[in-house]
């Protein structure tokens, strides 16, 4: 596989569920990052994780929590969520953090909370 | 309050016409722009970027434009393909410090 994998590509979910969505990249880049795509509304950046550290947490709710374990591998880890959460949630990596903007992005999660 | 915007939701263009996307920011420090393009069930993938120290960057049937002082950018593409049609997204950062924010798309559609 190449390029940025994302599973599952759908998920439904209940408001007292605990699930966790999975982003792989296999581009030997060093930042990796969560955005979320609402209806109707700009991409958001969520967390931001550059050489395995979290290097930015946008004030995103504690109910979504990142794990990065390595610099191939992110997770975001969801519990009690809300049905305002739902949403297309987008990884995405690059090089480096910051330095041209130029991410490579997977082809998203689509989250279903009822 | 939104920091990139693209004012215009949709765009519909003929065969071969030239598409103009426009994209205006409001924060004085962005000094590098990009624009990414997302088809349906995709994720976005980069098209082009331009630093503020030029004011037109070109690749192939896209060009875009920067205007510091409007702080408006836009894209154009000639000539438009319906394999053009997309959501486009507009995106700016600034120096180191600055996270990549991002405009909230313009669909163009591209008419055979």
């Known amino acids: 596989e190449t390029g940025v994998t994302q599973t599952p590509r759908h998920l439904v979910m209940g408001m007292t569920n605990k699930k966790s969505l999975k982003c792989e990249q296999h581009?030997?880049?060093?930042?990796m990052y969560w955005y979320k795509q609402s209806a109707k509304k700009p991409l958001e950046l969520m967390f931001v994780y550059n050489f395995k550290e979290q290097t930015e947490n946008n004030s995103v709710p504690s109910r979504f929590s990142p794990e990065c374990p390595n610099s191939s591998h992110l997770f975001l880890h969801l519990h009690t969520l809300q049905p305002e959460d739902s949403a297309l949630y987008l990884c995405a990596s690059s090089q480096e953090w910051q330095i041209t903007g130029e991410l490579f992005f997977g082809e998203g999660s689509r989250l279903t909370v009822l | 309050d939104q920091q990139v915007k693209q004012n215009s939701p949709s765009l519909s263009v003929q065969e071969g016409r030239i598409s103009i996307l426009n994209c205006d920011y409001t924060n004085s420090m962005f000094d590098y722009f990009l624009w990414y393009k997302k088809y349906p069930a995709e994720g976005p993938t980069f098209l082009i970027s331009?630093?503020?120290?030029?004011d037109k960057n070109e690749d192939g049937r896209f060009t875009v434009f920067l205007n510091k002082s409007a702080k408006h950018l836009s894209l154009h593409i000639v000539p438009s393909q319906p394999g053009d049609s997309a959501v486009y997204f507009c995106?700016?950062?600034?120096?180191?410090?600055?996270?990549?924010?991002f405009g909230g798309g313009t669909r163009l559609m591209v008419k055979p």
């Open positions: 331009i630093s503020s120290i030029k």
């Open positions: 581009l030997g880049h060093n930042a």
């Open positions: 995106a700016a950062m600034g120096s180191a410090g600055n996270m990549l924010t």
